[in-house]
């Protein structure tokens, strides 16, 4: 399936598009699927409340000069 990315890749840099692949790029972009997230958004959450447990420590200490 062609992507946005690949269009790009095909057709180079957009500035000297004609008004064809302008169009036909704008075509993919409405019915493309999105390329989905490495990770969801409750994985990411969790990867956010562990590393604010964890760093948060060592940043205060830092701040504070411990």
């Known amino acids: 399936m062609l992507s946005l990315e690949s269009f790009r890749d095909q057709h180079g840099d957009p500035a000297t598009w004609p008004a064809a692949d302008i169009d036909s790029y704008l075509v ?5 699927p999105p390329v989905p997230p490495v990770l969801g958004l409750s994985e990411m959450q ?3 409340a562990d590393y604010e447990q ?3 420590p060592a940043f205060e200490a830092v701040l504070n000069g411990w």
């Open 54 to 56: 964890s760093a948060y």
């Open 46 to 48: 969790a990867i956010a």
């Open 28 to 32: 993919i972009g409405d019915i493309a």
